[in-house]
């Protein structure tokens, strides 16, 4: 009888509880399946509850940032901010499909710049489809580019993509280093995921559209939340620049922007917080401890060496060894673990700065090639579903393999101008 394996034992559970994370059996939770295998890990003594307690300790700014970004884009739900947008773009699209196109991917690159990729795949998403309902139009193609942009702006800015938090950790650069290393890359990735997405739907969005839509005035919560998303922003702008961690600023500016919301219209913040997806918190420590435990088996430290060898000898192999690997990575197994696990090397090695930014570029823009690619398409699906919308894999497949390489290849290039 062969001897007990603890690292085979360990990458099977991992493998295991990742593939149900993203195939979600007989539709339980992600959170269930990532918290089972994590517990599951330490029962077993896979891994020892310290260092599983560690593992879910070092996402506290994660955490952090994801508990303000949820409590921000809900509340601009309920506050009718987003749903106002799409009505403002129908408005101004008079009658054109290119040009509503146009206005939706324009709102859907700011709000993903500026409120995260997930709040775009959550909250704009349902907004683009009443908007597509009121104008007549066919909602996929206008559905799509809410998937789509979600990643390809995502690492326009830090605060863009919660998997920025994951890779970087503390070695998150300051906001003008960011800009200087990022600022063309996504800017080819925007311009190229739009050109490609706009040529695979000309078809469908060259059909007229209703222009009967009345816009009503946003409320006045609703103004006051725009308000404290601008201020929000600022201050995130502001953390970055001075190189500050992001999570407690976001944090205070969504729960000081709800609570100021409430306290003048006299409301209960209840109906806010009974609808923040709070299980993307322990999903995200669940992760967090399946990669501490994977990279106790030393692999990911054998591969961040080899990375870090490449690097040394030819920087320009390694980052497009290093971008393209973890895209493939992120299709494969969702670019949040892939994320975990990237953050992982950067703490194993010394990795130069345009393999580390490769290793993000590839773990944001990859997923676009999948359905289960990135957290928030998986939202999104969620969110077209409950329209009456469906999108297969093979559906977004071939959709994904026009505008994700382009975009890919493109920002991959610039990171080393």
């Not at 603890?6 to 493998?15: E, H």
């Not at 609808?275 to 692999?299: C, H, R, S």
Request: aromatic share 8%; proline share 6%.
């Amino acid at each position: 009888m062969p001897a007990f394996n603890p690292a085979i034992a360990i990458w099977t559970l991992a493998a295991v509880a990742t593939a149900a994370v993203i195939l979600r059996p007989w539709r339980v939770p992600e959170w269930i399946w990532a918290v089972t295998g994590a517990v599951l890990l330490t029962l077993f003594g896979l891994i020892p509850l310290k260092a599983a307690l560690g593992a879910v300790a070092q996402g506290r700014d994660v955490y952090l940032f994801l508990i303000g970004m949820m409590v921000l884009a809900e509340l601009s739900r309920q506050q009718g901010v987003f749903d106002w947008l799409a009505m403002y773009a129908v408005q101004h699209a008079k009658g054109s499909g290119q040009r509503l196109f146009d206005l939706v991917f324009l709102v859907g690159t700011l709000v993903t710049v500026f409120l995260s990729n997930d709040a775009t795949a959550v909250v704009l998403t349902p907004a683009v489809y009443a908007a597509c309902k009121a104008a007549k139009a066919q909602a996929l193609p206008y559905l799509f580019i809410c998937a789509f942009i979600a990643n390809a702006a995502s690492f326009v800015l830090p605060i863009s993509n919660p998997a920025n938090l994951v890779v970087f950790g503390s070695n998150m650069p300051p906001l003008l280093d960011w800009l200087r290393l990022f600022g063309l890359p996504s800017l080819a990735a925007i311009v190229l995921t739009y050109v490609m997405l706009r040529l695979a739907v000309r078809k469908q969005i060259a059909q007229p559209l209703a222009t009967t839509t009345a816009l009503q005035p946003l409320s006045s919560g609703g103004r006051l939340c725009a308000w404290g998303i601008g201020v929000t922003a600022l201050i995130l702008v502001a953390a970055s620049a001075l190189g500050w961690e992001l999570g407690l600023p976001t944090f205070c500016a969504g729960v000081a922007t709800a609570g100021l919301i409430h306290l003048m219209q006299r409301r209960s913040p209840m109906p806010v917080l009974t609808q923040v997806a709070w299980g993307v918190l322990p999903l995200v420590a669940g992760l967090f401890v399946l990669v501490e435990a994977v990279a106790q088996t030393g692999v990911i430290e054998r591969l961040a060496l080899a990375l870090q060898g490449l690097a040394q000898h030819a920087p320009v192999q390694a980052s497009w060894a290093a971008g393209v690997l973890s895209a493939i990575a992120g299709n494969l197994m969702n670019n949040l673990p892939t994320g975990l696990i990237a953050g992982s090397m950067g703490q194993l090695a010394e990795l130069p700065a345009q393999t580390t930014a490769a290793l993000l570029v590839g773990v944001d823009l990859g997923p676009n090639l999948s359905i289960t690619g990135s957290l928030a398409t998986l939202l999104w699906l969620v969110a077209i579903r409950r329209e009456g919308e469906h999108v297969g894999a093979w559906d977004f497949l071939r959709l994904g393999i026009l505008v994700m390489p382009p975009a890919l290849v493109a920002a991959l290039a610039l990171l080393h101008l």
